[in-house]
């Protein structure tokens, strides 16, 4: 189907790839970014479809990730539209576009994991995916800790973060504190770092970081379940369209905030991604593609 993009979301993806780091974002190419116009979560409105496409039909309004991890910052886009969705009324393009990536991540690493009155830290939690997931954990009613830098502590908290921790005055692995379940998005300490930070019988999924924790993870994860009775993994992120519908009606019923940080226009996508790679970005990060 051909979509005339309204608005787009910038994700930690985007940054990765631009800048080839950590390793594994130079899969897509080795030397560049294998698709040079960057972007994956798009909302906007149906132009065109296949001729066996029986989805969607023109005129609609929808949202959802791009195959591909990119190609989103444009006007127009195509897609296949198999793990898309029709835009609720409720819902902004700008809001819907922010949902795709971010809140399927927290959803999956949330969802039928955590019980009431469970500890869950959120590493990254100032951050698209981390807003996300400080809000799911504490509708599944668990107490809550966030992790990010100083500015985005008063932010976690209006999330309802009951704990917040500013990684650079304090190492949550080192402060004897230890929780249920730990989701972490930017892992860069040792497994046995983490699984310090583990009560037996809790869990632990990076859904990034390095390639040498997630190597670690991935080795010692196993052993550390059977010695320790605590399950250290990676979280392998499945796209699918019950998913990107479920945390779609958690944010339109209003028991989920889409976290909105800055606009900004399509001519300024350089400028937005600076603004992301500088880690600083509270929640979430929109282009608008305004008409021409």
Known sequence: MLVKVRSVSVNRSDWEALTGQPLYARFGGLRKPG????????????????????????????????????????????????????????????????????????????????RPGQSVLVNGGGGGAGAFAIQLAK??????????????????????????????????????????????????????????????????????????????????GPWMKRTANKHLGVLMVQRSRDNLQAITELCASGRVTVPIDKRYPLSEVPEALRYLGEGQSKGKIVINVEPT
Request: a negative charge; hydrophobic letters at 40%; one cysteine or more.
């Open 139 to 220: 509708l599944h009613g668990a107490e809550v800790t966030g992790v990010d830098n100083g500015g985005k502590l008063d932010f976690m908290r209006s999330l309802g973060a009951d704990h917040v921790i500013d990684y650079r005055r304090e190492d949550f692995t080192r402060n004897g504190r230890t929780y249920d379940r730990i989701v972490d998005l930017i892992a860069y300490r040792s497994a046995l770092a983490y699984a310090r930070a583990l009560k037996s019988g809790g869990s632990y999924e990076a859904v990034g970081g390095s390639v040498a924790t997630l190597l670690q993870l991935l080795v010692f």
């Open 35 to 114: 698709n040079p116009i960057l972007g994956s979560d798009v909302a906007g409105t149906v132009e065109a479809v296949g001729r066996n496409h029986t989805e969607f039909n023109p005129g609609d309004d929808v949202f959802g990730e791009m195959a591909s991890y990119s190609g989103g910052f444009a006007e127009y886009v195509c897609a296949r539209g198999k793990s898309w969705v029709r835009k609720p009324a409720g819902l902004t393009f700008e809001q819907a576009a922010a949902i795709p990536q971010a809140g399927v991540i927290a959803l999956q690493a949330l969802r039928e994991r955590v």
